[in-house]
């Protein structure tokens, strides 16, 4: 017998789509709100849901009236009366065999959470804030029965022939909950009312092959730590604290500050600490020594912790195995609070082959290309992007706005742009196609790049593209209405290879290589160059920055110091990989933390001090930063003296070189005889004051850093004045004017908003090396006479000897 309604007529038996059922049972309906929900027909409203273990099942609509669903069969129960004629807000009444009656909200009364343009936008390759639509949501209705809360799931699986959401809360069913295709957008959707945040899923995708596989989201912005494979539905409560750092950001310009960047591996600085430790000990850490910004390897989620973060699964996820995205959000605010700029490494040239995640993601090739000689890259064993898809375009440039604009990350450094760049990048003769041009250029690559570029800045001022491009590939750094890459800067690969290769080699032999290190001046203004000294150089048995050197130990130490200072002198922004800092003897891996321990040792401890005090100096001195990108910012001295591994330069502020301009001079001797009696020429007359000696910082070594000479107006080197001073052997002496003219004073960091302001003087304050260093964390770090070393601020290791613990 029909149910009837109160005091109304029997309900009628409803006419469904028996193909649609079938369809359904067998997941294989893509579009299961034509069939479920709420629709309204000739015969009335009618009501349908899949509920397969129920024993009865009623809808209470928003007018008060009460309907019964018939069970159709095999879990389909519905209804329809012609007593209503419009759609109605309303909850389903299961019992089930607990005889508890149970309310529930029905998915598929709900409407897309996708608006057409979201859609043209997505197809278009435009939508820059494509995680706001795409993904998981917690999401909030009102209606007249009450407030809904749920997640909508959305994602983009052109070929797919049914998705199904799974996962906690459905007790991951694969049929219970199928999403519906939208339009011919590639879109699949779904609103899941009670869902919440905290729980797993993932989507059960039947491919074009009819093949139903298991995958992890593409837009996940919290996923679960490999092995375990599913996205976690996630949304942020983190209160930032750092508008003053944002608003100076946006009106501040990177490009022509200083920039000292410590390059850090989250999993290995210190074990154990994840997002949150590195926060408090990190942070601390970078505040003293003096950088102005911390780069991490990729932190974006990804499966192989020997991969370093490099083969991504996750590309909106930082990694769950050091903490939450709000924990990550707080190591950013904390960075950012104490004065120091974030940079990520972000890859876009390839990704991971993992089958749960990006690859074949709904059953062929999606958003790596198809062809194998454009969508597989050999070196690496893993999948190259489709760049000319429009929808993988969006993914990509929306990824990288992501980071800036969520994260507040002050810039990005782009890994393996030189294999995006070149279509036979590391492939034979035969094993890559030609662009349309016939060249090897990837055109749609190029194309990639420079709208990425384009739209950051454009998005977020304040920011910073970083390209890591080790080939001659013109406009690197040059803007994009220009026909250039788009990038703020480039790491210069030749400089780092040339310089290496000559701390290599003993040091009676260097003259032979006096090339390599002079080499890198006859280009060092055709791009915006960060030197980098970088992870890569101190793994794979090439042994640690201080081994790379030959010699006695206190020899290697010696040109360690002495290497340093010339990178801090070099035109360029430096960057240095973590444990370089402090003289780490073995080779870097990803499975231990650094040997802080060495920190004990006052040979290492005063490398240490060195690097805190050079980027002291660099800091307070516009003439280390400010005309780093323009050849008037550089002069050599003396370029040529091979005989005794010397060389000299000066680099100049903006201003007058004779007059105004800030100024410092930098000679660096890597022979092993010290150079008595060294003549340098000087731009300007008076006295000039030794800003650092690094043979100094040698325990019990003396130190000429504090002392004062005298220029006279004999003309050297190409200059009108000149001064004697002693370049101990394997060394570097600075020095700056003794009165500096009134630019260089309190120079501003003009690049970053900063806790850690520049000191009062160019040279800056002579410290107190009995004075507690924890005693005002924003001091000026700048060498003075340096007979002790003085601490770090905070030692990132639990063994803080006594006597040494700050």
């Given at each position: ?63 008060g009236a009460e309907v019964d669903l018939l069970h ?255 924990d990550f959000r707080h190591l950013v605010d904390a ?472």
């Amino acid at each position: 017998m029909s149910p009837e309604l109160p005091g109304g007529p029997p309900t009628p038996r409803p006419t469904l789509d028996d193909g649609a059922i079938d369809a359904l049972l067998h997941g294989r309906n893509g579009q299961p709100h034509d069939l479920l929900g709420h629709h309204v027909g000739p015969g009335g409203l009618t009501i349908t849901c899949y509920r397969p273990l129920a024993r009865s099942v009623r809808a209470r609509l928003d007018t008060g009236a009460e309907v019964d669903l018939l069970h159709v069969r095999d879990g389909i129960w519905s209804m329809t009366s012609p007593d209503f004629t419009s759609t109605h807000d309303y909850r389903l009444l299961v019992t089930y065999d607990d005889g508890v009656e149970h309310e529930q909200d029905d998915p598929y009364r709900f409407a897309p959470t996708l608006g057409e343009i979201d859609r043209h936008l997505i197809n278009e390759g435009r939508h820059e804030q494509l995680w706001t639509v795409l993904g998981a949501h917690r999401r909030h209705y009102a209606g007249p029965l009450g407030d809904v809360w749920g997640v909508s799931f959305a994602l983009w699986a052109p070929r797919a022939r049914t998705v199904h959401v799974i996962g906690d809360f459905n007790g991951w069913d694969r049929l219970s909950h199928p999403m519906r295709a939208l339009g011919e957008s590639g879109v699949w959707e779904l609103f899941l009312p009670g869902a919440q945040a905290g729980m797993n899923y993932q989507f059960a995708i039947r491919g074009a092959d009819d093949i139903v596989r298991l995958k992890s989201d593409p837009m996940a912005r919290m996923t679960e730590v490999a092995p375990k494979q599913a996205a976690i539905v996630t949304e942020s409560h983190y209160a930032w604290h750092d508008d003053e750092w944002m608003a100076q950001r946006r009106s501040s310009d990177p490009h022509v500050g200083p920039m000292s960047v410590y390059e850090v591996h989250v999993g290995s600085w210190r074990q154990g600490l994840g997002y949150r430790g590195l926060a408090e000990h990190l942070v601390n850490y970078v505040r003293d020594a003096g950088f102005t910004h911390v780069e991490f390897l990729p932190v974006m989620e990804h499966p192989y912790v020997p991969s370093w973060g490099y083969h991504v699964t996750g590309y909106y996820a930082p990694s769950s195995r050091w903490g939450t995205p709000d924990d990550f959000r707080h190591l950013v605010d904390a960075l950012h609070q104490a004065g120091i700029g974030v940079i990520l490494d972000w890859v876009p040239g390839h990704f991971a082959t993992d089958e749960w995640a990006l690859a074949r993601f709904d059953g062929q090739p999606l958003y790596e290309h198809p062809d194998k000689r454009l969508g597989w890259h050999p070196e690496w064993g893993s999948n190259i992007f489709d760049y000319g898809r429009p929808e993988v375009r969006n993914f990509l440039v929306a990824n990288a706005l992501y980071w800036l604009e969520e994260f507040h990350v002050d810039g990005l450094r782009v890994d393996g742009v030189a294999s995006m760049l070149y279509l036979d990048y590391a492939r034979n003769a035969g094993e890559w196609v030609p662009n349309r041009h016939g060249g090897r250029e990837n055109l749609e690559a190029v194309a990639l790049l420079q709208e990425t570029n384009a739209t950051a800045y454009k998005r977020v001022r304040g920011i910073v593209t970083i390209a890591e491009e080790s080939t001659s590939w013109p406009g690197v750094t040059k803007p994009t209405d220009q026909d250039g890459l788009g990038f703020g800067f480039k790491w210069n690969m030749g400089w780092m290879n040339d310089s290496l290769s000559y701390l290599g080699q003993d040091p009676i032999y260097r003259s032979h290589h006096h090339g390599k290190l002079t080499f890198s001046l006859m280009y060092a203004y055709t791009e915006n160059f960060v030197l980098p000294i970088s992870h890569d150089e101190v793994v794979h048995g090439k042994g640690s920055l201080l081994r790379k050197s030959r010699g006695s130990r206190e020899d290697q130490v010696a040109t360690l110091r002495a290497f340093l200072a010339y990178l801090w002198g070099h035109p360029g922004k430096q960057l240095l990989f973590m444990g370089c800092e402090f003289g780490q003897e073995s080779e870097w891996s990803e499975g231990r933390s650094l040997d802080w321990w060495l920190l004990d040792q006052p040979l290492h401890y005063r490398v240490h001090n060195l690097v805190k005090d050079l980027n002291g100096i660099y800091r307070a001195n516009p003439a280390l930063w400010e005309l780093d990108s323009h050849p008037s910012g550089f002069q050599w001295l003396d370029a040529d003296d091979a005989a005794h591994n010397t060389f000299a330069w000066l680099r100049f502020g903006t201003g007058d070189r004779a007059d105004d301009a800030a100024v410092v001079a930098c000679v660096v001797n890597f022979s092993g005889e010290t150079q008595e009696g060294y003549r340098v020429g000087l731009p300007r007359g008076g006295s000039w004051r030794v800003v650092l000696d690094t043979a100094g910082y040698h325990p019990g070594a003396p130190s000429s850093t504090g002392v004062i000479v005298e220029s006279h107006p004999e003309a050297w080197q190409g200059q009108d004045h000149t001064a004697t001073i002693t370049v101990p052997r394997l060394s570097a002496v600075w020095l700056i004017p003794e009165s500096p003219p009134a630019a260089a004073q309190a120079a501003p960091d003009s690049s970053q908003p900063s806790a850690v302001r520049s000191p009062e003087t160019a040279a800056g304050p002579t410290p107190d090396p009995t004075a507690d260093p924890t005693a005002d964390p924003t001091a000026d770090p700048t060498a003075g006479p340096a007979p002790e070393a003085t601490a770090p601020a905070s030692l990132p290791d639990e063994a803080q000897r006594e006597g040494q613990n700050p």
